[in-house]
């Protein structure tokens, strides 16, 4: 490691330490800046001599990295980027932490993998899914789709774990003629298609179609499914060659059987046996606040995270049944996309004969879409007085409520939930 | 233009409203405009049927309403090619239907538009407009604009992305004029386009969910004379992002992405332990 750059990580990491006791913020990202600011090539230097681990991707980055760091983590010590903060000032912040060679796993932008990628030159990079999300400023996916293969393409010595069943992460992986490394092919599922219509190759069109309990996807130009390495059958992880795993997690739903399922395979590359990578996963029950069930005013709620439509489809899978109500709230800062119009991409019909409470910064918006959609609405901007009239609303204390949020309007509500425990611990 | 003397189709079932090629137009949540219209006529009583028309079936030319949305290069240039043939929509509007095409359905909706290689391709024809790149950046944020007075239609709010600039031919009209945005962005203020029974534009929201006197307009060309619905929770939405668009929230060109350089060859300064 140069000076400059052993500086750059020292200062970055001081600042980061200051942000924090300021209470201005997490620190991660200031600090990350000013490590960038002094030191351009940070990255790429904090990243020499490491075993790395890179996951991107539009939903599941963050559940699949914690599910990886676990499972590398009973080999020995493993640094990660925790928190979300994952653009190179936030990966530099990371690596800036620990400056022994412990191998890293991290969780990358889906705008800015070519470029870390080509930085660090990891060992794996698991490629889960790409579909629309913040349009205002990640580019079109199909457009993501070519980057990320250019990136790959100049990257022979990196292993890719890529979703089959997602034609354009198959495409950017290098389906339809190998560009670079080796690939393992795990069906992970895409349940969201409305993005993957169109041929990454030729333009033409994909075709779906079921056999044998499995989509396979084609165009006319002979861009296909590959044949995957690994898939799910319910919640038995099954090789090519027949081997069957059970996969027994904390988390719920389909989504988490597939981000696990692509954790194990980075896992093996990482040099993790997939026994002992699903076993190192069973544990983890929350990641970064998503799926916790937290004490809120008289009752309890369940923190769920769902950022993009097919993020949105997965979660609605989640959801107590009617008539239990749910809150939903929804912002629209930079973090989130300025542009609510995906909103009317959401089957938000499927919440119909519960009471929404509608809330965040564009309450209003959701309004509307609840409206035309004929749900059942009240709208209360504020996420812990949603909260609150939602457990009026509600059948009692049997279950928790179901409150899902968008990127900041979840973090609203967990950052009011803890000053709210804060204040009730002073006062006690 | 607009709907003047436009013949009301006689019709003795239920409104058809075709969304085109979803599978290739529809990126920014614009079928939702299809959704707004079905349902604005279902709350006044009258039976509505959205189709939505993969780009593997034929368009018919039969309905009533077909919505176009936004969508990438490559798919639009697809979705243009896919109805060269036959002409569904021109034939359609020609027996009286009305088309709402929004952002690369607005393009698609013109006489031609740049393809991603920047060479022309033929739309629609049904507007009198033209789609040429733009200098690279995208104009991305909220839009106010001000429609043309003898639409009679309160001020319209929206959300644009898009790269391409778009100029009206003689016999187009604005649909607007931008008071915050950058709509057309050929330097003349306009946004969108008016041709007879045709809207082109660039205003995602959708745009007929944010502005529900525009989403009667569109059925009252196709449909007759319509009575008012309470539009109190729309109008609150209004009123929200009209504030937000003046203090500040309107378009801004897109910043370039952080550029991170690979690392640099180990060289001997560089390879001490950290």
């Not at chain 1, 889960?128 to 990320?148: F, H, K, P, T, Y």
């Not at chain 2, 949540?29 to 707004?36: E, H, K, R, Y």
């Not at chain 2, 790269?163 to 604005?174: E, M």
Request: charged letters at 20%.
């Amino acid at each position: 490691m140069t000076v400059r750059t052993r500086v750059a990580a020292r200062t970055g990491a001081a600042v980061g330490m200051l942000s924090r006791r300021l209470g201005a913020g997490g620190g991660t990202v200031i600090g990350g800046r000013v490590s960038l600011a002094i030191d351009r090539g940070a990255l790429g230097r904090l990243a020499l001599g490491r075993r790395l681990a890179l996951v991107s991707g539009t939903n599941g980055k963050t559940t699949t990295t914690r599910l990886l760091t676990a499972a590398v983590a009973s080999a020995g010590p493993v640094v990660t980027n925790i928190g979300g903060a994952n653009l190179p000032s936030g990966l530099v912040a990371a690596l800036s932490r620990d400056r022994s060679r412990s191998p890293a796993v991290l969780e990358v932008d889906e705008g800015y993998l070519g470029p870390v990628a080509g930085a660090v030159q990891p060992v794996v990079v698991t490629l889960l899914n790409l579909s629309r999300d913040q349009l205002d400023r990640i580019s079109e996916v199909r457009m993501l789709g070519a980057r990320w293969r250019a990136a790959l393409a100049g990257l022979p010595g990196t292993h890719v774990v890529a979703n089959a069943d997602d034609p354009i992460v198959a495409w950017a992986a290098g389906a339809g003629g190998g560009i670079g490394g080796p690939v393992t092919w795990v069906a992970a599922g895409q349940p969201w298609r409305a993005d993957s219509s169109g041929c990454p190759r030729c333009e033409g069109r994909i075709h779906f179609h079921c056999s044998a309990g499995t989509t396979e996807w084609a165009c006319g130009c002979g861009l296909s499914r590959p044949p995957p390495d690994l898939w799910l059958d319910g919640d038995v992880l099954v090789g090519a060659d027949g081997r069957r795993l059970p996969i027994c997690l904390a988390l719920p739903g389909r989504c988490n059987l597939a981000n696990a399922a692509m954790a194990t395979a980075a896992a093996a590359v990482m040099g993790i046996s997939e026994k002992q990578a699903l076993s190192a996963m069973a544990s983890t029950a929350e990641i970064a606040g998503r799926y916790q069930v937290v004490r809120a005013g008289r009752g309890w709620t369940r923190l769920l995270l769902a950022k993009n439509p097919a993020g949105w489809v997965e979660t609605f899978d989640l959801v107590a049944p009617a008539p239990a109500p749910v809150v939903v709230a929804i912002n629209a800062r930079v973090a989130d996309g300025r542009d609510p119009s995906w909103l009317w991409d959401v089957p938000f019909e499927r919440l119909a004969g519960r009471l929404v409470v509608a809330s965040g910064e564009r309450a209003l918006d959701l309004a509307v879409r609840l409206a035309y959609a004929e749900v059942d609405h009240q709208v209360v901007p504020e996420v812990t007085a949603a909260v609150e009239a939602g457990l009026a609303g509600g059948p009692g204390a049997s279950a928790p409520l179901d409150f899902i949020g968008n990127y900041t309007a979840f973090q609203d509500l967990r950052k009011a939930l803890a000053r709210h425990r804060r204040g009730a611990g002073d006062g006690s | 233009m607009g709907a003047e003397g436009a013949p009301v189709r006689q019709r003795d079932s239920a409104v058809s409203i075709v969304v085109v090629h979803p599978d290739l137009l529809g990126t920014y949540g614009d079928g939702g405009n299809a959704v707004v219209l079905a349902q604005r006529l279902r709350w006044r009583g009258m039976a509505a049927q959205v189709v939505e028309v993969a780009s593997d079936q034929p368009v018919p030319a039969s309905a009533d309403l077909y919505c176009l949305g936004g969508g990438e290069d490559g798919p639009q240039a697809q979705s243009a090619g896919a109805m060269a043939a036959g002409r569904p929509l021109s034939r359609a509007v020609e027996g009286g239907a009305v088309v709402l095409a929004v952002c690369a359905g607005y393009q698609v909706a013109g006489e031609w538009f740049a393809g991603s290689d920047g060479r022309p391709r033929a739309g629609l024809g049904l507007l009198d407009v033209r789609a040429t790149k733009g200098s690279g950046r995208r104009a991305v944020g909220e839009v106010v604009a001000e429609p043309v007075p003898d639409l009679g239609l309160p001020v319209l709010t929206g959300y644009e992305n898009h790269g391409g600039l778009t100029t009206l031919g003689p016999s187009a009209q604005p649909l607007a004029t931008v008071r915050t945005g950058v709509g057309n962005g050929g330097g003349d203020g306009t946004e969108g386009a008016l041709g007879t029974r045709v809207i082109g534009t660039y205003l995602h929201g959708p745009v007929l969910a944010r502005n529900p006197a525009l989403a009667d307009l569109v059925l009252s060309w196709a449909v007759g004379p319509l009575g008012p619905l309470d539009d109190a929770e729309v109008e609150a939405l209004r009123r929200a992002r009209l504030a937000g668009a003046r203090s500040g929230r309107g378009t801004r060109w897109r910043r370039p992405a952080l550029s991170v350089r690979p690392v640099a060859p180990l060289s001997s300064s560089t390879s001490g332990a950290g």
